[in-house]
T-cell receptor, first 115, second 112 residues
Framework: NAGVMQNPRHLVRRRGQEARLRCSPMKGHSHVYWYRQLPEEGLKFMVYLQKENIIDESGMPKERFSAEFPKEGPSILRIQQVVRGDSAAYFC?????????????FGSGTRLTVV | DQQVKQNSPSLSVQEGRISILNCDYTNSMFDYFLWYKKYPAEGPTFLISISSIKDKNEDGRFTVFLNKSAKHLSLHIVPSQPGDSAVYFCAARHSGTYKYIFGTGTRLKVLA
């Protein structure tokens, strides 16, 4: 019973390139959340998705960032034209539902470094 | 706008003693609180939760206390063990929503 799988674990991109971060939720989980942790900071909510739907993207920067969770396959967080300030750890979490009892199960994260 | 605050960035405790990690929040509409533990290069792992209708929840060596009037919660670990050394995050959820807001974390070091 695999947990939340994120890949790659480490990603290095040059300024201006695109970064694609993938997240496969736990089996049976249909709710996916993306969080970002900047150095020396806490986890900041970015986006919440259910299959084929973006429910809340209030934490996502308006430009260059997008997320999807297709009917088949993993959730993808895409960052276009990366800048140094995008360097952070990006964590994906999943849950089976939306109610109060459902804490998140987190993946191990993708550490993005922009050079 | 930091709605969930962990004012102590770090804490050192002797093995076998009690560790107390604190968390303050500003929004009285938060109704569910979680604690997560995070080791370096790993994702956060769920530790313990508490609903706003309770003031205490216990799970083995871990106890979470909630003081709603003070908008304060704390995590007690007793006895502390070296394997407890990690960063601890508290998180809170606004009533009727799904989104958890995290504090900035407290790094606990348990000294052998």
């Amino acid at each position: 019973n695999a947990g939340v799988m994120q890949n790659p674990r480490h990603l290095v991109r040059r300024r201006g390139q695109e970064a694609r971060l993938r997240c496969s939720p736990m089996k049976g989980h249909s709710h996916v959340y993306w969080y970002r942790q900047l150095p020396e900071e806490g986890l900041k909510f970015m986006v919440y998705l259910q299959k084929e739907n973006i429910i809340d993207e209030s934490g996502m920067p308006k430009e260059r960032f997008s997320a999807e969770f297709p009917k088949e396959g993993p959730s993808i967080l895409r960052i276009q034209q990366v800048v140094r300030g995008d360097s952070a750890a990006y964590f994906c979490a999943s849950s089976p539902g939306q109610g109060a009892a459902y804490g998140y199960t987190f993946g191990s994260g993708t550490r993005l470094t922009v050079v | 706008d930091q709605q969930v605050k962990q004012n102590s960035p770090s804490l050192s405790v002797q093995e076998g003693r009690i560790s107390i990690l604190n968390c303050d929040y500003t929004n009285s509409m938060f109704d569910y609180f979680l604690w997560y533990k995070k080791y370096p290069a790993e994702g956060p792992t769920f530790l313990i939760s508490i609903s706003s209708i309770k003031d205490k929840n216990e799970d083995g060596r871990f106890t979470v206390f909630l003081n709603k009037s003070a908008k304060h919660l704390s995590l007690h670990i007793v006895p502390s063990q070296p394997g407890d050394s990690a960063v601890y995050f508290c998180a809170a959820r606004h009533s009727g929503t799904y989104k958890y807001i995290f504090g900035t974390g407290t790094r606990l070091k348990v000294l052998a």
